[in-house]
Structure formats: structure tokens, C-alpha cells
């Protein structure tokens, strides 16, 4: 069981630049969604979906972009990197997400991407 | 829009000592996590609290949830070394047109001898 895989683990970029950091789970989970983490600043949400087809803002979308087309994938695109998005990226994916679901499962979070825009 | 705060910031604590990490949360929330970060690592879920009075233990950890405090506890009991890492609380809040998970700024932990 893989659970949540990212890709790639490292990434360096030049400003301007673009890149999309992919996400998969095997895990038939509804709900996916994006944080950085930035030092002193805890995990902020960019993006999270709760289907195929269905994606939404977090705290901090501005400069990402997201779609769902699948169950499995999640991936997060940086249309023009800039140094303020330099940072460890997670990606993370729950079984339910609803209000008073009798199934309450934590986020399971793939391992990172640790992003450099120089 | 739901804001958690936690405190300490960062906790040096002596092997054997007991202390707690607290964590206050704005509004209502509907769940309540706790995750344990090791540096350079991904998180791993510690436990979910559900409801009022709610109290899950492993080991030497024990979460506790008040929800009409707002308020959620992490105790850490006769502390030992493998216990240093950056614990994280975060509040789940679905309000029917969105759900978020919102995450505290982390409490690191350092157990020394």
C-alpha cells in the first residue's frame, strides 16, 4: 500500500519558471488537498478538493493553480515560480471529510517536495 | 474562519519530566488532530478527537479535547528522548460549502538528558 506519493522529492526552479508538483493516492480517498510549510509558520492550505472535478482555496492559493480529474491525482501547478514560493510542499488526502461522517479519518501526508525558487 | 494557537512554541524538557502542550481554537470546530513531525519528515496522525471530554492515550502521550473551552491538550508523561519532534494540533471545520484543515504553528519538542 503505497499511500500518498509526491514527486519529484527535490526541486530547484528560476524565477519564472514553471512546474507542477504531483500527488497520488491509492487509497479511494474523497478528499485531497495542498499546505507549505514554512519555518515558524506551521502548514497553511493552498488548495484542497473533495472529488473529482471539485476544487476549492485554502489560505494561500494566489500563485497555484489545481485540478482533479481523477480519485487518485492531485497535482499542484506554478505557472511563474517566484522566491516567496520556496518552501516544503505536502500534499495530503483523507477518506471522508463530511460533517458527523461515523468514519473520521486524520489527513495522511506524502512525504514532501522540498521546492527552491532561486 | 477557524484559528488555532498553540503554546509553547518550543519546550526543552528534561527526560522524565511531565508537561503539556495546549492548544486554543477559535471557533467551533469538528474535529480535533494531533501530529508529530520529525525533522525533515512528513507528519504522522498521533490521534482525532471527536467530541466533549474526549481522551486518547499511546504510550507516554495523552490528548484530551474541552470544546466548550476551545481548548485541546497534549501531555506528555515521563518524557524520553525518542519523544523530541515538532508537535502540530489542528481543528477540521466543514461548513457544508468548504472543509479545511487548519493547522497550529507546532510546539517543538526537546527532551534532554
Known amino acids: 500500500n503505497a499511500g500518498v506519493t509526491q514527486t519529484p522529492k527535490f526541486q530547484v526552479l528560476k524565477t519564472g519558471q514553471s512546474m507542477t508538483l504531483q500527488c497520488a493516492q491509492d487509497m479511494n480517498h474523497e478528499y485531497m488537498s495542498w499546505y507549505r510549510q514554512d519555518p515558524g509558520m506551521g502548514l497553511r492550505l493552498i488548495h484542497y478538493?473533495?472529488?473529482?472535478?471539485?476544487?476549492d482555496q485554502g489560505e494561500v492559493p494566489n500563485g497555484y493553480n489545481v485540478s482533479r480529474s481523477t480519485t487518485e491525482d492531485f497535482p499542484l501547478r506554478l505557472l511563474s515560480a517566484a522566491p516567496s514560493q520556496t518552501s516544503v510542499y505536502f500534499c495530503?488526502?483523507?477518506?471522508?471529510?463530511?460533517?458527523?461522517?461515523?468514519?473520521?479519518?486524520?489527513?495522511?501526508f506524502g512525504n514532501g517536495t522540498r521546492l527552491t525558487v532561486t | 474562519e477557524l484559528k488555532v494557537e498553540q503554546n509553547p512554541l518550543f519546550l526543552s524538557m528534561q527526560e522524565g519530566k511531565n508537561y503539556t502542550i495546549y492548544c486554543n481554537y477559535s471557533t467551533t470546530s469538528d474535529r480535533l488532530y494531533w501530529y508529530r513531525q520529525d525533522p525533515g519528515k512528513s507528519l504522522e496522525s498521533l490521534f482525532v478527537?471527536?467530541?466533549?471530554?474526549a481522551v486518547k492515550q499511546e504510550g507516554r502521550l495523552m490528548a484530551s479535547l474541552d470544546t466548550k473551552a476551545r481548548l485541546s491538550t497534549l501531555h506528555i508523561t515521563a518524557a524520553v528522548h525518542d519523544l523530541s519532534a515538532t508537535y502540530f494540533c489542528?481543528?477540521?471545520?466543514?461548513?457544508?460549502?468548504?472543509?479545511?484543515?487548519?493547522f497550529g504553528t507546532g510546539t517543538r519538542l526537546q527532551v534532554t538528558l
Open positions: 495530503a488526502s483523507s477518506y471522508s471529510y463530511r460533517r458527523g461522517s461515523s468514519y473520521n479519518s486524520p489527513l495522511h
Open positions: 478538493s473533495v472529488g473529482a472535478g471539485i476544487t
Open positions: 478527537l471527536l467530541s466533549n471530554g
Open positions: 489542528a481543528g477540521w471545520l466543514d461548513t457544508g460549502t468548504a472543509s479545511k484543515l487548519t
